[in-house]
Structures are given as C-alpha cells and as structure tokens.
C-alpha cells in the first residue's frame, strides 16, 4: 500500500536495518494439518518465521511481530534496533509470515492447483502462530504482539483468543474488526483480482486497478497531489509491479481474511464479551487520516480495555508507521520497557 515516495522510505528502512538488527535467517516450522476455525483442515500447514536478536534463558523476551498485507517477515528488519520499534538487543523479535506470504502455507504452492484451498482468516494464522511458537520455539507465553495494519489485526486477535499468553498488545494501524469504509474498500480491490483468477479479465488490467486504489488509499489526497500529474502512469505501473510479484491467489487470501476478521468472534460474536477477555495492555497507534483501515474500532477497543492510544495526524495516511517511524517507535519501545 505505497505510492512511489512510500517504496523510497521503505527501500531507506530497508538498508537502515541491516545495521540496527541481525538478519535472522528464514526458518520454516512444519506443522502437519491445522484445524481451522470454521472446523476445516488445512494440510502441509507450514509457517516461516526470522528471529531477531536473542531469546534469554527463560525465553520472557519474546515479541512476536505478525505480517502485514503483502508484506514478509524480512521486511520487520528495517523496523527494528535501538531505534525502532522493538529494541532487538533487548528482546528476541520473532517475525512471523501469515499465511499466502514467506514460505507459510498458500494457495500458491502446486498441491493446491487442482483443488480448492480452505477459507483462512486472520484467527486462523494466529492459532498456527500460537502452535509453532510452543513446539518449535518452546515460547508459551510472549512478552508482545507487534502488528501494523493486517498484522495489527492479528495483535488484537492474539489479546482475545489467548490473553493469559500475551502481556501487551501494539496495533499501529490496525483494527479488531474493519469499518464499513474499509470494508467497502478491501472488497473493491478483491473484485479485480477475483476476476483475473477466474481469467474473466487480464491480470496486467486487474493489477492496475489494485494498483490505483493502494495509490489513492495508501496516503492522502494532499500526499498524492505532490506528485506532478503526468507522473501518475509511472507511479502505477511501478506500484503494479510490486503487486506482480505476489501470486494473486495469495493476495486474495489474505484480503479475504482481512473483510473477515472480527475479534469477537472468538467469544462467540460478544463484542463486550471480547473486551472483557482482552486483559493485556494495550497501545493503539493511529491516524485520523488513514484511508486504508480507518481509525474508529481500534481507539474504541482501546477505550473500552483503557488502554493507550496515540494519535498522530499525518498526510503519510496509512503510510504514517513509516513516515514518523521515529515518533511512533519512541512510543513502542517505551511501553514495551514498562
């Protein structure tokens, strides 16, 4: 969800990180069959992972930090050290890829090319993140959930369905459940690739719709118009290709998951319920300006839990956990340190 000022920052976050934390090398935990929450079963279920920085003896500092839309555990590097997010000399930041993204399990890999892949939401990836964190990593309880945007929504996830196994929650970005407006949103850019996988239009066409809707949304209108009006073929294009190096099959899993996800479907669609659940502490990052996933459901959560809350206005929009990484890291680290 980047306009070509945001791929510039992301490419700078990138390099930065090499310096600020260790690449930790993609490892891949081998699941056998995961049994989804609608009572599915997903065979071959794998999740890959990166470890930055150092689990201690009794493996308290661990801050597990889920993907966002399209996004890998590598790109969590250009987040992380003293200076960003979670201080990776101090805690072990377990980078974790969702499903449809990394080496995780998509409806991508060849054994899913004759056959229907199964309905996978947001709590389906945190139960499987849950599963390889205790039997690969023997980590039974974390010391955080980090997300930003769909990985925030796998956060407040985390805080409902197991709340004795996480102390703090950060949404940068994020929502327990998408507005109408998001919704409406993520549904049109579903419509497209849908279309492509059925071959009803060409996937170059359905790319480059997705492509001007991230362009529109990913910023904000005064962001976008600095960029000079015979540029915006250019900026879709490069925004089209970024998108082409993803499957669309997994794109559209993790779209899906996302117009799914609410939160309080883990106590049986009781949102008081859910709140009532929710018992770790709680830091919501958000932004009046962000189009992609609108503010309201995570600073309501963050009231009915009392949790903190920063807000922070920016014509970054959605791109603001970039833009003002300096800001909005200062903030995680400290209540991280709490």
Not at 131 to 140: S, Y
Not at 199 to 217: G, H
Request: with cysteine.
């Amino acid at each position: 969800m980047m306009a070509m000022r945001q791929l510039k920052w992301v490419a700078v976050l990138m390099a930065l990180g090499t310096s600020l934390a260790a690449q930790g090398p993609l490892r891949v935990a081998e699941l056998g069959e995961c049994q989804l929450t609608d009572g599915a079963r997903l065979p071959d279920c794998r999740v890959s992972f990166r470890v930055y920085g150092t689990l201690n003896a009794t493996k308290t500092n661990a801050v597990l930090l889920p993907t966002w839309f399209n996004g890998s555990s590598q790109a969590w590097q250009g987040l992380l050290g003293p200076e960003g997010y979670v201080d990776t000399t101090r805690f072990a930041a377990i980078a974790v890829d969702a499903f449809g993204a990394g080496r995780s399990t998509s409806p991508a890999d060849s054994v899913w090319r004759d056959r229907a892949f199964p309905a996978v939401g947001i709590a389906d990836m945190v139960v499987a993140q849950r599963r390889f964190l205790r039997e690969q990593l023997g980590v039974e309880r974390l010391h955080a959930v980090v997300g930003i945007s769909m990985g925030a929504m796998q956060a407040f996830e985390w805080g409902v369905r197991y709340p004795d196994e996480v102390d703090r929650v950060v949404s940068v970005e994020g929502s327990p459940r998408l507005t109408s407006y998001d919704r409406i949103l993520w549904e049109a850019m579903l419509a497209p690739l849908t279309a492509a996988r059925r071959q009803a239009i060409p996937r170059d066409s359905a790319l480059a719709q997705v492509a001007r809707l991230f362009a529109l949304n990913a910023t904000t209108p005064s962001a976008v118009n600095r960029q000079p009006a015979d540029s915006v073929p250019s900026i879709i294009r490069a925004q089209a290709r970024s998108l082409g190096g993803r499957p669309i099959e997994n794109m559209i899993l993790q779209l899906q998951a996302m117009i799914g996800h609410d939160v309080s479907r883990a106590t049986g669609g009781d949102a008081a319920a859910a709140h009532r659940a929710f018992t770790a502490r709680l830091l919501v990052v958000a932004s009046p300006d962000d189009r992609a996933v609108t503010a309201q459901s995570a600073l309501a959560f963050a009231r009915a839990v009392r949790g903190d809350t920063l807000v922070v206005a920016s014509t970054c929009g959605h791109q603001v956990f970039s833009c003002e990484r300096g800001q909005i890291g200062a903030a995680v680290r400290a209540f991280l340190a709490r």
